[in-house]
């Protein structure tokens, strides 16, 4: 069987999937998360940005509060970019081999979580999520608690869902059981077992058991 098509990527995440794939691995998901992760940080925003503009109209010419207001507003900012920007830059990567998470704006991180340990898939829909299109993945794996243990706000969690699984559990890429049924911790292929010794056709006898007198 071939292997998944290759994914027409944005610049961003193409970047990361250059960064941080190996030569031999392949995207089979990269994305952003859903814009609906933005909410909360829209709506803490938003009263401390009204606040401030209101300080600093109120009384133009009172040094204090116009200063205050002004600080509130550049807090406000900055807090809003930051989350924008983490956004902008979080991506969510699935590969033959591993599921990664790249985070960070100005120190990026890479959290990643290898095929073969991850025993189990769960797909949560919230109310919300059905309407807006967004769901969580949570990843059950062999071993200690992952970092990668749940994933939340990612976009089409439905297909996400069956190109993952079709990844994870079925023979449709890579042959066998699916990429997390064979190989290493990172998807290499298990060594052959070793071969016998050559010589008389890898034979080895034993010597006859004397008979009891």
Known sequence: MTG???LELPPRASKDVEKYLLPDETAVVATRRHWAVLIEPTAKFLPFFVAGGWLLLFD???RVTSSAGLLVILGSLVYYGLRVGEWWMRHFIVSTRRVLLTSGVIVRTVTLLPLRRITDLTWKETLLGQVLGYGTFRFESAGQQQAL??????PGADVLYRRVSALLFSSDWGGGGGAASSGDDEGNPEPPPPRPPAGDGGR???EPIPRLP
Do not use: H, Y
């Open 4 to 6: 998944p098509a290759p």
């Open 60 to 62: 133009p010419d009172n």
């Open 149 to 154: 243990s749940e994933i939340t706000f990612l």
């Open 204 to 206: 080895r006898d034993t």
